[in-house]
């Protein structure tokens, strides 16, 4: 079997595992421009509501390193799959207190931490499986290339989606992230094979060791890229943010019209 031969063989996982990015996007995006709408139905204030997107990223950050860690140690699917339920499950569960308990708050920062904790496992792995299916680096560009726009799309659509989803019922949104996950989880089970060499990673001393060296050697640059993503990510939501309230509390825009406002 010739290169190209081989490469078109593996499109159905790319796009298997490019539909991770783009469900782990629409989980966090896609609530935005319902925030204003929880807000009046959960009665609590724009500061509460705003956690309901912070608390996502903030896990997240805390538990990709540990989930890089496993997905060396025990393989990317092993890590990926349960991920996935896990994301599924905090989905649901934000859907369930919103719609069944009269204080449902609390539950749904529980179901958002579940989320945060699926997407830590989910969206950062999917960098290095892509490394362990394409063997040639023309075929990881085009792969990584994909990924990318899979996640742009995400971002552009999840505003949309949202509002459009939240029109039938407020708290919908919630119930559609099980839904994609299950999605994701079907095509990363059945197009998404086990790399022949999975080599086993090292151990958890090992990997601390390694870090701390890493972070050592390079802690000017590492610390810089952290301090500048922190930067684009708290105005980037800050404003979008903003946006949703602004938008609906003075100038009476909702739904669809409010999404591609904040979209452009």
């Known amino acids: 079997m010739n290169q190209k031969s081989q490469m078109k063989g593996k499109r159905g996982a790319i796009a298997s595992i490019a539909s991770i ?8 995006s896609m609530l935005i421009p319902v925030l204003p709408t929880m807000e009046k139905h959960l009665n609590i204030s724009k500061l509460q509501s705003s956690y309901i997107i912070t608390v996502y990223s903030i896990v997240a950050i805390f538990f990709i390193p540990i989930a890089g860690f496993l997905s060396d140690k025990f393989g990317r699917k092993i890590v990926i799959i349960p991920s996935l339920i896990i994301t599924g499950i905090g989905g649901a569960v ?9 204080s449902a708050y609390m539950w749904i920062m529980i179901g958002r931490v579940l989320q945060g904790i699926g997407a830590a496992g989910a969206f950062p792995i999917v960098l290095p499986l892509v490394s362990d299916i394409c063997e040639r680096d023309e075929d990881r560009s085009a792969a990584l290339g994909l990924i990318e726009t899979a996640n742009t799309f995400g971002k552009v659509l999840s505003p949309i989606l949202g509002s459009l989803i939240a029109a039938i019922v407020w708290f919908l949104p919630f119930f559609s992230i099980p839904v994609f996950c299950f999605i994701a989880l079907l095509l990363i089970l059945l197009f998404v094979k086990k790399p022949k060499e999975d080599e086993k990673g090292p151990s958890l001393r090992e990997f601390i060791k390694q870090t701390k060296e890493i972070f050592q050697a390079h802690w000017r640059w590492l610390i ?16 979008l943010f903003y946006l949703s309230s602004i938008l609906e509390d003075k100038h009476g825009y909702e739904g669809i019209e409010e999404s591609l406002i904040i979209n452009l």
């Not at 934000?94 to 009269?102: F, P, Q, S, V, Y």
């Open 21 to 28: 990015p783009l469900i782990m996007t629409l989980g966090n």
């Open 224 to 239: 810089a890229v952290f301090i500048i993503g922190a930067i684009i990510m708290f105005i980037l939501f800050g404003l």
């Open 94 to 102: 934000c859907g369930w207190a919103a719609w069944k308990l009269d």
